[in-house]
C-alpha cells in the first residue's frame, strides 16, 4: 500500500501520531506529480526544489505553493485528460474559475477519507432523509465544485426527496424559496428527518420567512443542517453564527449540536469541520501554513494572513501545496472543545478582484429576487 494510502485509511482523522508518514505521502505524490507534468517539474526546479529535501515538517514550508488564482488562469494536469474521472469548476456562472480534475486514484480516497470522516463525526446515518438543498440543483451546464459537493452530501444518509433552492431551468437558474418552503412544510409532516444542505445565506432567509409568518416547526429526531459557503455578509447586513443557531433551533427545532458548518475549496478538496467553540481543526492528512500576503512567508500563531493547505491527496493535479485568497490564523491555545489537533481561524476573504465564489454567486440571487 502506498504511503499516501496509509496516510488517509488512518480510523481517527485528527491523530499526529503519523508525522513521518504524512512526510512520506507528500514525496510521494509530489514526485508523481513532477513525474506527470514537465510544466510542474520545472516550477520545482526553478524555486530550488525537490521531494527529498522534505526532511521535518518545518520543510513542508519550502514546498513551492501555488495561488490558487494560478489555476483560475492556467490549467495544470499531471495525468492525461482521459484519465480524470470528474471535472470541477471553482464558481457558478461568472466570475474566474479553477479548473479541477481528479483521477480515479484520488476520488476513491478521497470518498473514502469523507467517509471516515463523516462517521467519526457522527454525521452517517442509514435512515432515510428528506432534504432541503440550499444550493444549486445539479445540470450539464454548471460544473461548479460547490454544486457536486452539495450532491455528495446527500449520499451519507439515504435521500427520499431533494428540494433546490436553485431550480435548473435548462440554461440557467431560477430562485425556488417558495419551493422550499412548501416542501420543507411538507417534509415536518413525514416521520424522517430532514437534513438542510448548502449556503447559510438561504438557510438565513428561509428562517427569516419562517419567522415572518410566525412558523416553528418540531422536526423530526436526527434531523441536521450542514453549512458550507460564505454567509457572514448577507443583502448588506451582518449574519451573526450564534443568531443563526438560535433561529434554527426556534424555527426547525434542531439543535446547535445538530448543525455542522464546513470549510473546503475545489482546488484543495478536503473537508473542516467548524467545532463547538468554532474552530476548523486539522485532520492528519493536512496541514496549515499562515503566510504573509507580500512576501509569502510563513507568519507566527496569532497572526493573520493567506490560508496555504498543505496534503497529499492529489495525484492527478499539482495540488500539494495551494494558497487560498481567504485570511485566517492559526492558534497556539488549546480549544476548550477537547480536540488536540491544531485549528485554524477564517477571518475573511481577500478580495483579489475578479474572483467570485459560489456562495457569494447564491447571495446575489438572492438580494436581486
Partial sequence: MSFRRKLFFGRDPYSREGGELFLAAMRETLEKNAAGSDKYAEILKREGFSPEMLKTEADLANIPPIPTLYFKRNRLFCVPESKLMIRAASSGTSGSTSEVGFDLSTLLIGFGTLRRFFRFHRITSIIPTNYIVLGYEPAKHNRAGAVKTAHLTTKFAPALRREYALKDNGAGYDINIEGIRKALLGYAKSPFPV?????????????????????????????????????KEFSGQSVDRAELLELIEARLGIKKERCFEFFSAVEHPLAYLKCAC?????????????????????????????????????????????????????????????????????????????????AAEAGERLVDS
Fill in 195 to 231: 437534513r438542510f444542505v448548502g449556503f447559510p445565506a438561504y438557510m438565513y432567509f428561509l428562517l427569516k420567512t419562517l419567522e415572518k409568518e410566525g412558523i416553528s416547526l418540531a422536526l423530526p429526531a436526527r434531523s441536521a443542517v450542514l453549512l458550507g459557503g460564505g454567509w
Fill in 278 to 358: 468554532g474552530h476548523f481543526h486539522i485532520p492528519a492528512y493536512s496541514r496549515v501554513i499562515i503566510r504573509d500576503a507580500e512576501t509569502l512567508e510563513p507568519l507566527p500563531e496569532g497572526e493573520a494572513g493567506l490560508l496555504n493547505f498543505i496534503t497529499p491527496l492529489v495525484s492527478s493535479m499539482p495540488l500539494c501545496s495551494v494558497i487560498t485568497d481567504d485570511i485566517a490564523m492559526m492558534s497556539a491555545e488549546p480549544c476548550p472543545c477537547g480536540n488536540t489537533a491544531p485549528y485554524f481561524d477564517l477571518l475573511a476573504r481577500s478580495g483579489v478582484s475578479g474572483i467570485k465564489t459560489c
